[in-house]
């Protein structure tokens, strides 16, 4: 595990939040999340419903790059998960946001149901595959069906976020 800290990021009192999985080398290096190649196909995706980042709450279950053995990074693991879990806890309490989407599954299996599938709402917790989960896996992202299942997966949380209450 690194050793620098990663905060989220974002306006007091957004109406949205994402929280993710962990930050990466390039959120370790800015000291801001989601701001490597993931953040930017995120929030490349996002933008069409009328959803920026600057009016987001970005946020990581984890603060700190997961590694292994060899420098590699990794999914984060159970302690590393409880370590954080009291921050990410304070961040939503402070934040209140109306609508939360949780990317990837250890942010799914963080703050919604055992077993939630992606796509999935449970109130103001919404569900999708991390944006890695299609960049990452190179046939995924010419697979123009996998690409717009995901865009629907997103779908729900941005409406969320800019229905008018």
């Known amino acids: 595990m690194s050793k620098l800290f990663v905060p ?12 993710g999985e962990a930050p990466g080398f390039e959120e370790e290096k800015a000291l801001q999340p989601f701001v490597g190649n993931s953040g930017k196909f995120l929030f490349l995706h996002l933008a069409p419903f009328g959803l920026y980042r600057e009016d987001l709450y970005v946020t990581n279950v984890v603060k700190t790059v997961p590694l292994d053995g060899m420098s590699k990074i990794r999914r984060p693991n159970e302690e590393e998960i409880a370590m954080w879990s009291d921050y990410l806890v304070f961040e939503i309490q402070l934040q ?3 609508a939360i989407l949780c990317l990837g599954r250890t942010a799914v299996d963080r703050l919604m149901p055992p077993g939630t599938e992606f796509g999935k709402q449970e109130g103001t917790l919404f569900s999708a595959w991390h944006p890695a989960h299609l960049l990452y896996h190179e046939s995924e992202t010419r697979d123009t069906q996998k690409l717009l299942e995901w865009i629907n997966q997103l779908r729900p949380f941005a409406e969320a976020v800019l229905r008018d209450d």
């Not at 989220?8 to 929280?19: D, E, H, L, S, Y």
């Open 96 to 98: 209140a946001p109306a």
């Open 8 to 19: 989220g990021q974002g306006p007091p009192f957004a109406k949205g939040m994402i929280v």
